[in-house]
């Protein structure tokens, strides 16, 4: 069975940084697209970025809205998938969920997901 | 960006009628290589996080009862409830995965009249 647990939300401050991790278990990690997509409270979804497979390059891609200021990275070693968040605003505030596609895809939709953890920007 | 755009905003269906929701893209999501349109249709019920119910614009998800559907290609899409049941109300999104950011609609909130 496919599980993704992500940890590491919480309360922040505007400015300050926070990494979520994600730790995927029941596929072959190292194959698969891992993606994160959050959603404020009360709206709808919203892709934030992934980060393709070794196989694929292990690029990333971002959204605009969190291009330089967000990261992904992942250890296949490990089987997790970080989003580093920094300078983080009050319009990061959401639940973010870990995503993943079938292993060994390029492109697909967004099979399985985590949970999701809650991360609070404010003052 | 591919902008999608879903319609209705809210719908509200008697039980055991059918339930229909659109989506439509800026661009074509359409890969003329494989003949595969890049749509995704996800259901999120209060509290839960979204599933997968269609991917590449038909393709019903395994374990997803047989009264959902997709269609549409190039542009146009819909997801259709055949027989609406109660387990059935959420808000549903449809996603495109052609070319980066993937965006997704804005929802469409399915309850029971």
């Known amino acids: 069975e496919v599980q993704l647990v992500e940890s590491g939300g919480g309360l922040v401050q505007p400015g300050q940084s926070l990494r979520l991790s994600c730790t995927g278990s029941?596929?072959?990690?190292?194959?698969?697209?891992m993606s994160w997509v959050r959603q404020a409270p009360g709206k709808g979804l919203e892709w934030v970025g992934f980060?393709?497979?070794?196989?694929?390059?292990?690029?990333?891609e971002n959204a605009a809205s969190v291009k330089g200021r967000f990261t992904i990275s992942r250890d296949d070693s490990k089987k997790i998938a970080y989003l580093q968040m920094n300078s983080l605003k009050g319009e990061d505030t959401a639940v973010y969920y870990c995503?993943?596609?079938?292993?060994?895809?390029?492109?697909?939709?967004?099979?399985?997901w985590g949970q999701g953890i809650l991360v609070t920007v404010s003052s | 960006d591919i902008v999608m755009t879903q319609s209705p905003d809210s719908l509200a269906v008697s039980l055991g009628a059918r339930a229909t929701i659109n989506c439509k893209s800026s661009?074509?999501?359409?890969?003329?290589?494989?003949?595969?349109?890049?749509l995704a249709w996800y259901q999120q019920k209060p509290g839960q996080s979204p599933k997968v119910l269609i991917y590449w614009a038909s393709t019903r998800e395994s374990g997803v009862p047989d009264r959902f559907s997709g269609s549409g290609s190039g542009t146009d899409f819909t997801l259709t409830i055949s027989s609406l049941q109660a387990e059935d109300v959420a808000v549903y999104y449809c996603?495109?995965?052609?070319?980066?950011?993937?965006?997704f609609g804005q929802g469409t909130k399915l309850e029971i009249k």
């Open positions: 995503t993943c596609t079938d292993s060994g895809r390029y492109k697909g939709a967004e099979k399985y």
């Open positions: 661009q074509s999501v359409l890969y003329s290589s494989n003949n595969q349109n890049y």
């Open positions: 980060i393709r497979s070794k196989t694929y390059g292990g690029t990333t």
């Open positions: 996603q495109q995965y052609y070319s980066t950011p993937y965006t």
């Open positions: 029941g596929f072959t990690f190292g194959d698969t697209t």
